[in-house]
């Protein structure tokens, strides 16, 4: 749903018509007009239809007066802003050729049934070498809110946190609110590659019948921020001043990640690498099922000179920083030497560093950042550093944090949960295990991600690695119950606690 202040009301007709010019800017304007007595799938399939012909859905309701209103028009207002592809909606009080007239929108849309009768828009548009367009919308359409609803609504119902963890480790549901509620103390520098994700939602139209291939169409496609990025703005979010450092090419997705990592108060530095293209992941998904994935990227390390630019941008905000943390996806963003010293900055003030080292589709080694107070690479991962696949899950943990030098080791183990590897009080090396909070996950791509996040920046507050990784699962447990990267909020995490 679009945020409320889209649909501040005018005074008049002509003020909304300066409103919508303001908003819109040079986006392409569509306008829709009706009574809307009861939004309903036909309403849903036109507007997601005028979506497609423009940038910004302007919506004029008839009022009261207007023939063939059932309900009051401020109830069929709210209707109306209810549907995800409607940028502004007001209380039209003009007629709809004269509204038209005013605003001049490159397309006016109207229900297939008005095709072969008058319409009285026409000349409107006409004047002003505009567009009028007749459409019921695709059946296929119906179904578009309910995706903006699975990408931006948590499913929190089926998040289950268990109860003996914070029993055997002394804390309490209150004492996590009260953790959450310190992060904002922190100051936060992420490094790594960045990723922009794409989510192209299709409609399965089913088995090709020249060849046995799946055909699909796309119905809608959504960005979000990931990698290194994510991770910043999920820091952004839970409260931390954060500074994040990465490489991208010079395109539109670099663009988009800017204004995206902007918007939600990242303050970013990119190194522009003209060898590479920003890294762009496509998914393509049908049922809420992922078919395909496509990654448009370049692997190969940055220069010696690139790197040695990155570095005199870094080194003063890690020096100023409560937490490094290093994002590394192995696309070239974070050459050995480039760790190295920036390591060596943060152990000169003191400051906690942390890592995560992703092989998914790559070859990764999360053991070459030494020293850090925590890792969390997934079972795999560790398998891959320790070149051991047939330990047990202890000793995997064990011999990667002596090989990487680290004081604490989280492995994710997927829908089996997580392993702690961590001293306690004593100095003694324990271990002990959290399943999966969230048994059913819409999307699993960002567990890490938040995970990594919450949990280093609970550590950097209180030291307390039980308390760090029960509330990094809660962090994962609501990330994955939407679809695509949204950055956690300290409000999410605390409305979920008190569940």
Request: charged share 25%; with cysteine; aromatic share 8%.
């Amino acid at each position: 749903m679009k945020p409320a202040e889209y649909f501040t009301p005018a005074a008049s007709d002509a003020d909304v018509v300066e409103e919508i010019r303001r908003r819109a800017g040079q986006d392409r304007v569509v306008f829709v007009s009706g009574n809307f007595n009861l939004v309903h799938p036909g309403h849903l399939r036109l507007l997601n239809f005028a979506a497609d012909c423009g940038d910004f859905v302007v919506v004029g309701v008839l009022p009261d007066a207007a023939g063939g209103a059932l309900l009051p028009a401020e109830l069929r207002l709210e209707g109306v802003r209810s549907i995800g592809v409607v940028d502004y909606a007001f209380i039209m009080h003009s007629l709809p050729e004269d509204f038209i007239a005013m605003l001049e929108p490159a397309v006016v849309v109207k229900g297939k049934e008005h095709e072969t009768t008058f319409n009285p828009e026409l000349a409107a548009v006409e004047a002003y070498d505009g567009k009028l367009l007749f459409s019921s919308g695709e059946i296929r359409f119906s179904s578009l809110d309910l995706l903006q609803r699975e990408l931006l609504e948590t499913n929190f119902s089926s998040i289950m946190k268990p109860a003996d963890f914070p029993q055997r480790h002394g804390f309490d549901f209150n004492d996590l609110v009260g953790l959450v509620r310190r992060l904002s103390e922190l100051r936060v520098v992420v490094i790594g590659d960045l990723i922009v994700d794409e989510y192209i939602n299709c409609e399965a139209l089913g088995m090709s019948q020249e060849d046995p291939t799946i055909v699909v169409t796309p119905i809608k496609r959504d960005l979000f921020i990931g990698g290194a990025g994510i991770v910043a703005a999920h820091a952004r979010g839970l409260g931390a001043k954060v500074s994040y450092f990465g490489v991208t090419g010079q395109d539109e997705t670099a663009q988009f990640a800017a204004d995206t990592l902007r918007g939600y108060g990242v303050d970013h530095q990119f190194l522009t690498d003209d060898s590479r293209p920003t890294t762009l992941k496509q998914r393509y998904r049908a049922n809420g099922k992922t078919l395909l994935r496509v990654s448009h990227l370049r692997q190969h390390a940055i220069s010696n000179d690139q790197a040695d630019e990155l570095f005199e941008r870094i080194a003063g905000d890690v020096e100023q920083a409560n937490l490094v943390i290093f994002s590394d996806f192995t696309y070239g963003c974070l050459p050995q030497l480039l760790v190295d010293r920036i390591c060596a900055v943060a152990n000169r003030h003191d400051v906690m560093m942390v890592a995560d080292s992703q092989s998914s589709s790559q070859v990764g080694d999360v053991s070459r950042f030494k020293g850090m107070r925590l890792l969390t690479p997934t079972e795999h991962e560790a398998r891959l550093s320790v070149r051991d696949f047939s330990a047990g899950l202890v000793g995997l943990a064990e011999a990667l944090r002596l090989k990487a030098a680290a004081e604490r080791v989280l492995v994710t183990l997927g829908a089996e949960g997580l392993l702690i590897h961590a001293p306690d009080k004593t100095g003694c090396f324990r271990t002990d295990r959290l399943p999966a909070f969230n048994g059913a996950p819409k999307d699993v791509s960002g567990a890490g991600d938040s995970l990594l996040t919450c949990a280093s920046m609970a550590l950097a507050i209180e030291g307390d690695i039980w308390r760090s990784a029960y509330l990094g699962s809660v962090a994962a447990a609501c990330q994955v119950g939407r679809v695509g990267n949204t950055p956690l909020t300290s409000e999410e995490l605390i409305a979920e606690l008190r569940a």
